[in-house]
């Protein structure tokens, strides 16, 4: 009676506990985890890793001996493959591969932090505190961290460009993205507006773009 009476106990500790547990967002790395892929160098050699990329830092990211590590010497590198995801460099960043065809869309993640700072008099908070807190964050290796230290927030965007005539073009929302088609206006307006658009949903950009080829 008493071993039932322990694990009975137990069981609803460990079901306050759990309750109790705070749900973490991961929303500096693109992906909730680190994924098995591969990094292939121009002189055709490939490497296999677990990667991720880290929008705050704007970095790929990988696993070497149990610590998170960004992937150097650029130059050298030719595409990252994240699972069924395809990175390549663009300015000297990585870039996602969303849409391939006869025009091609990249999309690059990028991060802002928000840093409410330390309390300050009278209810406020202290600036110099802030900046002082954001550049420990980022020095002392935390931003390569899944799991974010209390009181951070991050603000993840996302750029996009669109490769037309050899050319890549950046573009932040969809007025810039109709200036790309102007022989298109009213093609892209009356699809736009009929299907609802956002520059937030990728995969309604990528029916504007599939609908501005073919027509």
Request: glycine share 6%; charged share 25%; proline share 3%.
């Amino acid at each position: 009676m008493k071993k039932i009476y322990l694990y009975l106990i137990f069981v609803f500790v460990a079901n306050l506990c759990f309750g109790q547990s705070k749900t973490v967002e991961i929303n500096h790395y693109v992906f909730p985890e680190f994924i098995k892929g591969s990094v292939l160098m121009k002189s055709g050699v490939k490497n296999e890793a677990m990667l991720n990329y880290n929008s705050l830092t704007e970095e790929m990211v990988f696993i070497k001996e149990g610590k998170n590590l960004a992937i150097t010497k650029l130059e050298d590198i030719d595409t990252v493959y994240v699972g069924q995801t395809k990175f390549f460099l663009l300015k000297n960043k990585f870039v996602e591969i969303v849409y391939h065809n006869q025009y091609d869309l990249y999309a690059g993640h990028k991060a802002s932090i928000v840093d409410p700072g330390k309390p300050a008099g009278y209810g406020g908070t202290s600036q110099t505190s802030s900046v002082t807190t954001y550049s420990s964050f980022l020095s002392n290796g935390q931003a390569y961290n899944l799991q974010l230290p209390e009181g951070i927030e991050i603000n993840p965007s996302t750029e996009y460009w669109l490769k037309k005539d050899g050319k890549p073009e950046l573009f932040l929302n969809l007025r810039q993205l109709s200036k790309l088609f102007d022989d298109k206006s009213d093609s892209f307006k009356k699809y736009v507006k009929e299907n609802k658009v956002k520059i937030e949903n990728k995969e309604s950009l990528i029916g504007l773009i599939k609908f501005l080829e073919q027509n």
